[in-house]
């Protein structure tokens, strides 16, 4: 059983930062690329940031140059470091990630259950 368990969202002022993390953890073979979406009230799934295996890294147009992807490989951990929040960043967080639960299976999308991050003007 794989599990991604998010933490560190909450309420924020604009202007400050906040810093999220994601742990992946149960049968875990093998991960191919972490990353995290957002979800705002009334609208779908985004794409925030993602980054690959060898360290390449993604961002959405609306975060490039505030969020920063990170990762730890050994602690099977991605982290999400959000600066200069703006109150359209309000969202809930999702953690995804492709794992290999063992040798013999493919690779799957494994998704947390969120991490609300409210920021106020």
């Known amino acids: 059983q794989v599990q991604l368990v998010e933490s560190g969202g909450g309420l924020v002022q604009a202007g400050t930062s906040l810093r999220l993390s994601c742990l992946a953890s149960?049968?875990?073979?093998?991960?191919?690329?972490m990353g995290w979406y957002r979800q705002a009230s009334g609208k779908q799934r985004e794409l925030v940031a993602i980054i690959r295996n060898g360290g390449g890294t993604d961002y959405a147009d609306s975060v490039k140059g505030r969020v920063t992807i990170s990762r730890d490989f050994a602690a099977n951990t991605v982290y999400l470091q959000m600066n200069i929040l703006k109150p359209e960043d309000t969202a809930v967080y999702y953690c995804?990630?492709?794992?290999?639960?063992?040798?013999?299976?493919?690779?799957?999308?494994?998704w947390g259950k969120g991490t609300l991050v409210t920021v106020s003007p």
């Open positions: 995804d990630a492709r794992i290999r639960a063992t040798w013999y299976k493919e690779f799957a999308d494994y």
């Open positions: 149960g049968s875990i073979f093998d991960i191919n690329g």
